[in-house]
């Protein structure tokens, strides 16, 4: 089992900046792979990004690329996900997610672990 805690959510305006965490327990966390998925008010849930177990990969939707950054640190047993130049567009609820396998990635239903999800909102 893994248990995953997300944190670092809140209000801030468009054109800002926010680090989101997600701490693991449980089995070895370096054994895993992270993806970070969203799901703004009314919509399907959608892929953020991923990285590998090492952190030597990663994967961003297109609608991020270039503003968020995935990194992992394997001692403190933590994701973070880095989100600069927000959008409004970006309000949702924000949850990271554990797997065994870095591949298909961007399948939210292959991911075996969720955390319960941080609320981020950004105004215009």
């Known amino acids: 089992q893994v248990q995953l805690v997300e944190s670092g959510g809140g209000l801030v305006q468009a054109g800002g900046s926010l680090r989101l965490s997600c701490a693991a327990s449980?089995?070895?966390?370096?054994?895993?792979?992270m993806g970070w998925f969203r799901q703004a008010p009314g919509k399907e849930r959608e892929f953020v990004a991923a990285?590998?177990?090492?952190?030597?990969?990663?994967a961003y939707a297109d609608s991020v690329k270039g503003r968020f950054t995935l990194s992992r640190d394997n001692a403190k047993n933590t994701v973070y996900l880095q989100m600069n130049s927000l959008k409004p567009e970006a309000t949702a609820v924000y949850y990271c997610?554990?797997?065994?396998?870095?591949?298909?990635?961007?399948?939210?239903?292959?991911?075996?672990?969720w955390g319960q999800g941080t609320k981020v909102t950004v105004s215009s």
């Open positions: 997610a554990a797997r065994r396998y870095y591949r298909d990635y961007e399948n939210g239903r292959e991911y075996g672990y």
């Open positions: 449980g089995r070895a966390f370096s054994g895993y792979a």
């Open positions: 990285i590998n177990w090492s952190g030597g990969s990663t």
